[in-house]
């Protein structure tokens, strides 16, 4: 009935691997904002994001995102500087205390080689490669994982994008131009993952259409899946005008979906709510899989 899902190993630059494939694994949001659409309450000291990584982590999450330069639609460009003020003293901070690897969400090279430098192993690019070209080159010499997100435009023009003849092709198509510029870059593709961007230069139709058609897009690049529902906007058309913390209900539904799917990667911020939805989906997934 559901689709099995492929293994891969992903290296990392500590020498440790991401074993994708068994079970999807959980990626908690952290998000180091002041402006995060997704959460009433600013989370900007340090010490504070620090404790609740370390919560998540106990919570069940695989993977830590930091994040410090909001990408909701609309958002202005954030200065090197100031992301680096936000984003690098809790990674450093974390650094020896959290077991599971720490993924910076960057489209910056100096943000990720600073992050990287402090202990993130994965660097999470929300523009797949297309904003900043040297980002390709700091990932391949550092070793780290790279997630390459498909979108078009910036956060300001991304909705003027959003038109698709077909959707599942045209999001293959783009994605493996990322695959491709990092390659040309020096990053080895086993160290890749894709993300198709739920809600990034897609109306809520086609954010609903890449979650139902997911096993397409695992079977046209042949790289694990990460796929990221948390909270966002599409599920306006379901749920109607509500805060997007009261999403959650509505984000476990999406991600039970990428889980009998086959998604290896679920980007989540309610993680100790999201990792029982993902091990009850998995569990069914599990017993239900066709070759």
Known sequence: ???????????????????????????????????????????????????????????????????????????????VAEEARRVLPVIAGLRGRVRVPISIDTYKAEIAGAA???????????????YES??????????????????????????????????????????????????????????VIVDPGIGFAKRPADSYGVLARLPELTAGLDRPVLTGPSRKSFMRDALGERPAHERDWGTAAAVTAAVLAGAHILRVHAVAEMVQVVRVAEEIRRHGWTS
Do not use: C, K, W
Not at 6 to 11: K, Q, S
Not at 116 to 130: C, Q, T
Not at 165 to 179: F, T, Y
């Open 1 to 79: 009935m559901f689709p099995a899902r492929r293994l891969y190993t992903i290296p990392l630059p500590d020498g440790r691997v991401l074993e994708l494939g068994s079970r999807p694994l959980v990626m908690g949001i952290l998000n180091v904002t002041p402006d995060s659409f997704a959460e009433p309450s600013p989370r900007t000291d340090p010490e504070a994001a620090i404790e609740f990584a370390l919560r998540m982590e106990a919570s069940g999450a695989d993977i830590i995102d930091v994040g410090g330069e909001s990408t909701r639609p609309g958002a202005e460009p954030l200065a």
């Open 134 to 191: 040297a980002l390709g080159g700091v990932v391949a010499a550092t070793g780290a994982a790279l997630i390459v997100m498909h979108t078009r435009g910036r956060s300001r023009t991304m909705y003027q994008e959003a038109r698709y003849d077909d959707l599942v092709q045209e999001v293959i198509r783009e994605l493996d131009e990322s695959l491709q510029a990092a390659a040309a870059a020096g990053v080895v593709r086993e160290r």
């Open 116 to 130: 990287i430098a402090e202990g993130a192993a994965i660097v999470n690019d929300v523009s797949g490669l297309r």
